[in-house]
């Protein structure tokens, strides 16, 4: 699920990340790819869960 870079990336918090996993991550690591690319300058906009998953 890529995005273009002047994209929001939202998630939808009236659901936990097991019904959406594609939308959140625990560790950075060179497999996973990114969902977005930024130039220097640019913003770009993303939602997070909290700590206990909306619970």
């Known amino acids: 699920m890529a995005v273009k870079a002047d994209e929001y990336i ?3 918090r009236t ?3 097991g019904a ?3 939308t959140g991550h625990n560790r ?3 497999d996973i790819k990114p ?3 930024v130039d220097p300058g640019q913003v770009i906009g ?6 206990f998953d909306g619970q």
């Open 10 to 12: 939202r998630i939808d």
């Open 46 to 51: 993303m939602e997070t869960r909290d700590a």
């Open 20 to 22: 959406e996993p594609e």
């Open 28 to 30: 950075w690591h060179p």
């Open 35 to 37: 969902v977005a690319e």
């Open 15 to 17: 659901l936990q990340l």
